[in-house]
């Protein structure tokens, strides 16, 4: 599940990453400690709160009370403002340094660019630099160095500085995706963590009795923001009119992909790290899943991404294939991206399927074709489009 920044923030800082000075807050007479500017951050585990009018710069304090007023209580991104982060405003050059864990395969990704900030994504191919290598913490400080060394100083001082500690927190806390967006380089040559996004892995919580801890401090908060442990994998709703239901696998990668499809335009419904690996022949998450998605209307499309390393494609097709049937009431059209071994026998098992379903092993393909049915733009209804199992 993905902590709240103020949350992020305490876990990173504890592990010695620099963040603004700064304190939470849920109600507009609090007189922040330190000089302006300040920045009212609403607290609500998605990103993109920047875009959606979510983040404040307050140079008095008129601005100030006026962002808690609008922010508190109000719905951003599909989910209810309890809180409000408040710190210290910085300036400086906007970077990026992200630690992806990629369940499937057992690699991590690491992603450093000069160019971060909230339009990150669109310069993602000229300013991202990346290595992928073995989950070990060796493998991981190593990529983070011989990144850092791409860039001048002092971004490379910052990246090499707060590369390790994010490191140490990654694997000392078992985490999923730690990333910070924007890490600012001060003109002075410093550097702090203005956001921090992090993704825990809810098996480890019982491993980790530090966020069991934290967790548990601020079980409201994420009781509210509709955080749905119960089921043993993640799942959370990230708008209340989202049009694309996504089930998918891994943290880092279904996060990638709620980015990627609010770049383009559309509102993912929810939030999903469903495990295959804990299906055990079972299609009864399957079913939670879909049934819980075909109660929105506004969900349009469902996307379901897999990749199979070890897990055969026909199997999770068949259990797919079930959990479709027992879930009637879903009229959305579903695409599906799969790639791994089982594929051609999976392709004929969706061929049942008792919904307009499309498989592609593209990603990129199986995201604009996602995007079109949640537009209107598909050309065709749902109905018409009826493209199952294309070979
Ligand atoms: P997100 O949109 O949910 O990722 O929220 P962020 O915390 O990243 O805030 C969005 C944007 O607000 C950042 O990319 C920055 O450009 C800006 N921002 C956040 N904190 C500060 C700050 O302390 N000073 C300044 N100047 N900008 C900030
Ligand atoms: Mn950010």
Redesign the pocket.
């Known amino acids: 599940m993905m902590l709240l ?1 103020h949350d992020a923030k305490t876990v990173l800082a504890e592990h010695g990453v620099p963040v ?1 000075q700064g304190f939470l807050t849920s109600s507009v007479s609090d007189e922040p400690p330190f000089d302006f ?1 300040w ?1 009212v ?1 609403a607290q609500v585990p ?7 009018g ?2 404040v ?1 307050a140079r008095n304090r008129d601005e100030y009370d006026k962002a808690l007023e609008r922010l508190l209580g109000s719905v951003l991104l599909g989910h209810r403002v309890r809180h409000c982060r408040i ?5 400086g050059q ?1 970077c990026y340094l992200a630690i992806i864990l990629d369940a499937s395969t057992a690699r991590v990704t690491v992603l450093a660019s000069e160019l ?3 339009d990150v994504e669109n310069h993602a191919a000229e300013g991202m630099r990346s290595e992928k290598v073995d989950y070990t913490q060796p493998a991981v400080l190593a990529a983070i160095e011989s990144l850092a060394g791409q860039f001048n100083t002092p971004v490379a001082n910052a990246m090499r500085d707060v590369g390790k500690k994010l490191c140490n927190a990654f694997f000392e806390r078992e985490l999923m995706l730690a990333e910070i ?2 890490l ?1 380089v001060l003109a002075d040559g410093t550097w702090v963590a ?2 921090a ?1 992090v993704v825990i892995d809810d098996n480890a919580i019982d491993r980790q009795p530090y966020l069991h801890a934290l967790l548990t401090e601020r079980s409201a908060d994420y009781e509210a923001a509709n955080v749905k442990l119960t089921h043993g994998f993640d799942f959370v709703k990230l708008d209340d009119l989202g049009d694309v239901g996504l089930v998918t696998t891994g943290a880092g990668l279904s996060m990638q992909l709620v980015d990627e499809l609010q770049r383009q335009g559309c509102r993912p419904y929810n939030f999903c790290d469903i495990r295959t690996g804990q299906f055990r022949g079972q299609p009864d998450r399957l079913i939670d899943a879909l049934q819980w998605m075909a109660q929105a209307p506004s969900v349009k499309v469902v996307l379901m991404n897999f990749f199979a390393g070890v897990t055969d494609l026909a199997e999770l097709a068949k259990l797919m294939l079930i959990a479709l049937e027992r879930t009637p009431q879903l009229r959305a059209p579903v695409i599906v991206r799969i790639v791994g071994n089982g594929i051609d026998s999976a392709k004929a098992i969706f061929a049942a399927a008792p919904v307009p379903l499309t498989i592609e092993t593209d990603l990129d393909i199986a995201v604009s074709r996602v995007v079109a049915i949640a537009r209107g733009h598909s050309g065709t209804s749902p109905t018409t489009s009826h493209t199952k199992a294309v070979a």
């Open positions: 920044e603004p500017p920045v951050k998605v990103g993109g709160r920047g875009k959606a979510g983040i710069v710190e210290a405003a910085v300036t906007e971060g900030g909230i967006n924007p600012f203005a956001d996004k």
